[in-house]
């Protein structure tokens, strides 16, 4: 019975060895194991064991990509102007033994050389176009980053800059330059504005103008011809009744009767003197002699 329980036992302890032993890394995750205090290899994902008392595991590893929101940092532009960055850098640990054994603190690291590389970089600048040149501001400072976190299993995928704070008396004037700026662009706006207007307004008084002449000349145009026409058919009635009465052959004595007509109708006139052809008066002689027979011939 003794031989039997000291065996369970064993076993026991033996099942207890292998579960404490037995390790489960998990997705997007590295351990670093030791043995005999020096690096033995780099777990992944999946199942493993170690050997009791002589493997531990130094250090897990997180593999996701992190994000670290720096504090402003105070820089000084090329200008002598102090202002406030704040940065933010996102990075991820590449190689779990390099980044064990690489750096006591990286994310101190990390952020002192931010604040470093960001002075570097400021101090090259003037203030206008540190506030114009984020952009560039962001890679050179990734660039910078990457290059000197490689050593310790680190890659700097991005580098933001999340805020740039001018001092007061830099932020007041920049408003009252920015205010400037658009009252100008307003007022620049407003006289192109009138100009137009004026302008098209000109362009209108100028286009009723020739409208209104236009107009006129076409009116007088069709005055003309309407006299013209209205002569050209006076003109051609005459030419028809002198046709007609032609062709009707009139006797003389029918052409002396008109012409008395004609008589009375000048003397219905206003004109005060009247000149009557030595023909007209000769035919009136005519006329009287023949009125004179034919009183006769009644009597």
Same mark, same amino acid.
């Given at each position: 019975?003794?031989?039997? %329980?000291? &065996? ?5 302890? %033996?099942? $207890? ?18 043995? &005999? #205090?020096?690096?033995?290899?780099? /777990? ?27 504090? =402003?940092? =105070? ?20 190689? =779990? ?25 400021? #101090? ?27 050593? /310790?299993?680190?890659?700097? @995928?991005?580098?933001? $800059? ?12 920049? *408003? ?12 620049? &706006?407003? +006289? ?7 302008? %098209? ?5 100028? *286009? ?11 009116? @007088?145009?069709?005055?003309?011809? +309407? ?27 029918? %052409?002396? &009767? ?11 006139? @206003? ?25 006769? @011939? *009644?009597?």
């Amino acid at each position: 019975m003794l031989g039997y %329980l000291i &065996l369970l036992i064993v076993i026991i302890l %033996l099942t $207890v060895l292998i579960i404490v032993n037995v390790r489960i890394v998990p997705q997007a995750n590295a351990f670093v194991i030791e043995r &005999l #205090g020096g690096y033995l290899k780099t /777990w992944s994902v999946g199942l493993h064991i170690k050997l009791p008392l002589l493997d531990r595991v130094a250090q897990r590893v997180d593999l996701k990509e992190k994000v670290i929101d720096f504090p =402003p940092q =105070p820089v000084i532009t090329k200008d002598n102007v102090t202002m406030k960055i704040d940065t933010v850098v996102f990075y991820q640990i590449t190689d =779990p033994k390099l980044y064990a054994y690489g750096v006591a603190q990286p994310i101190l690291a990390i952020e002192n050389l931010t604040a470093t590389t960001l002075r570097n970089i400021i #101090g090259q600048l003037e203030l206008d176009e540190t506030l114009t040149s984020r952009d560039l501001i962001n890679v050179q400072m990734r660039s910078t980053l990457d290059e000197a976190t490689d050593p /310790w299993g680190i890659r700097v @995928n991005r580098v933001e $800059v999340k805020n740039i704070l001018p001092p007061d008396d830099i932020q007041n004037a920049m *408003e009252k330059q920015m205010r400037a700026e658009r009252e100008r662009r307003e007022s620049i &706006l407003r +006289a192109e504005g009138e100009k137009r207007s004026a302008i %098209l307004i000109a362009e209108g008084k100028k *286009e009723s103008q020739i409208l209104y002449a236009e107009g006129e000349k076409t009116a @007088n145009i069709l005055k003309a011809e +309407a006299k013209k026409e209205a002569a050209i058919r006076v003109a051609e009635g005459e030419a028809l009744a002198i046709k007609m009465i032609k062709e009707a052959g009139p006797t003389k004595e029918i %052409l002396t &009767l008109r012409s008395f007509d004609a008589l009375v109708d000048v003397a219905n006139g @206003n004109a005060t003197k009247i000149i009557i052809p030595s023909e007209i008066q000769s035919m009136a002689g005519l006329a009287t002699s023949l009125k004179e027979l034919i009183v006769k @011939n *009644e009597a």
